[in-house]
């Protein structure tokens, strides 16, 4: 039905609405709306999705938990207001690159702990401590915040770790051998685990 | 649940920037679309979980247009000229001049209901919401919209293309 003229209905072009996203990307920093900022990256590890609210980085997700679901679930738990904004993620994306390309043992990055809380926060604030190249056992992690019978509530705090990589869960390893479970896949743990080998 | 705003950008970003050229042309659309969407980051978080995101979205874009509107009479600056260089803002070249003049000349209410129904796809009951008055009076002013569309807009595709 040619009611009013085909073009008034035809979609935008692509680059018009990416200049206007740019725009509102800006605008919503600016104006203190960007409550959680997000960009993906490619890594020897599949895409990884960072998020950070503007207090620092607050979700490192891998592709097999899924991108989408890991936004909602930031959308529920911190603030709807989530916004493709790779800016506030350029120090981020940077200092992986260069762990990825074995040029960086630490990270130097703000980070937002407020997606865990209580005993699991207490141990993804310890995992720092257990330096690159290094391994511990759940065990021995139970020990060094001060809980040595906490083996098992260890285990759920790396695998609820919500910084994989940033915070190494990946050098925590069982004391019964073999790579043990990994919120990115064994195969991805090891990945991380050779490369700090080399 | 209310999904990540990033969603609503990218599902409704297009519309919005399509309801604000018939609106306002194509020039200040791109003003009236960054209004809209910084508006709507702001109040996102308290958007009732039924409310109809797009009708939203189009409510917020009618009043950003309205305040460009009424920006524009207070200026001394002729309003009924088209925008100068439409080509170089990545849109339609001359020979939708004419389709935009006409689109200027509609009476407000016209553009405005033309732009609800036909770009937007709202139905007439959500119009009336936006524009005020009843469910007819929205039907009525997209549908004169059109037949002013079709009378003062002299470019051929009117006729006898296909759709």
């Known amino acids: 039905m ?19 996203r740019g725009r509102l990307e800006r605008a919503a920093d600016a104006e203190g709306l960007l409550d959680v900022a997000y960009t993906t990256v490619d890594s020897p590890v599949g895409a990884l999705l960072l998020a950070a609210t503007p207090q620092g980085l607050v979700r490192v997700a891998y592709d097999i938990e899924d991108h989408d679901r890991v936004l909602d ?3 529920q738990r911190l603030s709807p207001r989530v ?3 790779p800016k506030r993620l350029d120090a981020a994306a940077r200092e992986l690159d260069e762990y990825f390309g074995g040029r960086r043992q630490a990270f130097d990055l703000p980070l937002d702990l407020s997606l865990s809380s209580g005993f699991r926060q207490l141990v993804q604030r310890h995992l720092p401590e257990i330096g690159y190249g290094q391994t511990r056992t759940y065990g021995q992690v139970a020990t060094l915040v001060g809980n040595p019978k906490a083996v098992r509530a260890v285990g759920t705090a790396c695998a609820t770790n919500p910084l994989p990589v940033v915070v190494p869960c990946h050098r925590v390893l069982p004391a019964s051998g073999g790579p043990g479970r990994y919120v990115g896949g064994p195969a991805a743990k090891v990945t991380l685990l050779t490369l700090e080998a080399a | 649940m209310r999904e990540p705003f990033e969603k609503v950008v990218a599902r409704h970003g ?21 209004d809209t969407f910084l508006a709507a980051l702001r109040a996102y978080p308290d958007l009732p979980d039924t409310a109809n995101t797009e009708a939203w979205l189009v409510t917020i874009a009618h009043r950003k247009a309205i305040d460009v509107l009424r920006a524009r009479k207070r200026q001394p600056a002729p309003v009924e000229k088209v925008p100068e260089a439409p080509t170089a803002l990545g849109v339609p070249g001359d020979q939708d001049t004419d389709l935009w003049q006409a689109v ?9 209901a033309v732009a609800y129904h036909y770009v937007a796809g709202l139905p007439y009951a959500e119009i009336a919401l936006i524009l005020g008055g009843t469910t007819d009076a929205a039907r009525r002013a997209a549908a004169d ?10 470019g051929a595709a009117m006729e006898g293309a296909p759709s």
């Open chain 1, 2 to 20: 040619n009611v009013i003229p085909d073009y008034l209905t035809s979609p935008s072009d692509a680059g018009t609405l990416a200049r206007l």
């Open chain 1, 73 to 75: 679930t930031l959308a």
């Open chain 1, 83 to 85: 916004l493709r904004a």
């Open chain 2, 14 to 34: 297009d519309t919005v920037l399509r309801v604000c050229r018939v609106l306002l042309g194509v020039h200040d659309a791109e003003d009236a679309w960054s």
């Open chain 2, 104 to 112: 200027a000349a509609l009476p407000d209410r016209q553009r405005q």
């Open chain 2, 145 to 154: 919209g059109i037949k002013n569309l079709r009378k003062n807009y002299q």
